[in-house]
């Protein structure tokens, strides 16, 4: 369907229907208790691209190992993937890292509040900075991710395909609680992670939506067994890695070149370790 921006009684059926919903059946997430803003941080780094299951006792562990920007500053990389393994995508271990020192060394240890600074960090995208002003400062701002993406195309779209997300993007800011952004945007990602689960999952509708490509046999799996071989094995030369990992050595050795490139992993003499 068309959509035109709403009336001011359009909005507050919307805002009454969602906020329904969330009285009832709203999610009691650990990341929902706080408002310190490093870990509103640790929380969102973990929940891109991981289902909240899988975060919720990795992020527990995560702040009680490290409970500051200052901790995981200066924590060693193979510390913080240590205690990251389990939840996969390791890079954003690393950007987490990596925006900790700067967060310490730029804003001395203070999260900002401002959208572009926040963008400046490492792991840092449109929606990522969205949801920490959100959630940890309750600043209103418009973003999308995958389950706000899901509630208005089911709500608004139900008839259109390819729909754009600067389609969706003024109707996210037309019908914002801008009073209570924090409350509203939970309410919203728990209404589409609903949505995924009694219906055909709207963000196929989306243009921007893609399949996740198959983890068997991905450079993803690789860099993932590199990584936790050399977290529990240190100094290994190519030809150890290789009868671990059991893949073509050529392929191996790219994936080593990427991990040296990225920051992951050191070379010394042959040798390899976590940087």
């Known amino acids: 369907m068309k959509c035109e921006i709403f009336s001011a009684d359009q909005i507050r059926a919307f805002q009454k229907k969602i906020y329904g919903y969330f009285r009832l059946h709203g999610r009691d997430l650990p990341w929902r208790r706080t408002e310190n803003p490093y870990h509103i941080v640790v929380s969102e780094m973990m929940l891109q691209q991981t289902q909240v299951e899988r975060v919720m006792g990795k992020y ?81 701002t418009a973003f999308i991710e995958t389950n706000i993406r899901r509630v208005f195309i089911h709500e608004f779209f139900r008839e259109k395909e390819d729909v754009k997300d600067a389609e969706i993007l003024p109707l996210v800011e037309a019908t914002m609680d801008w009073e209570n952004p924090r409350e509203w945007y939970w309410a919203l990602m728990d209404y589409g992670s609903m949505l995924k689960k009694e219906f055909e999952n709207p963000n ?41 990992i059991g893949i073509n050595l050529d392929h191996l050795e790219r994936i080593l070149r990427d991990l040296i490139d990225e920051g992951f992993i050191r070379e010394e003499n042959g040798f390899y370790k976590i940087a």
Request: glycine share 6%.
């Open 60 to 140: 527990t562990e995560f702040i009680r190992t490290f409970p500051h920007f200052y901790a995981l500053a200066q924590a060693s990389l193979k510390k913080v993937l240590a205690v990251w393994q389990g939840l996969g995508y390791n890079r954003r271990a690393l950007l987490l890292k990596q925006l900790a020192e700067e967060v310490v060394r730029t804003f001395r240890g203070e999260l900002p509040r401002e959208y572009e600074k926040l963008k400046s960090l490492p792991g840092i995208g449109n929606a990522t900075a969205g949801e920490i002003l959100a959630f940890a400062f309750n600043i209103p």
């Open 204 to 244: 196929r509708r989306s243009a921007h939506y893609s399949r996740q490509s198959s983890f068997a046999g991905s450079d993803r799996r690789i860099r993932g067994l590199v990584i936790k071989k050399l977290l529990n094995e240190t100094n290994l030369p190519v030809k150890a890695l290789n009868e671990s």
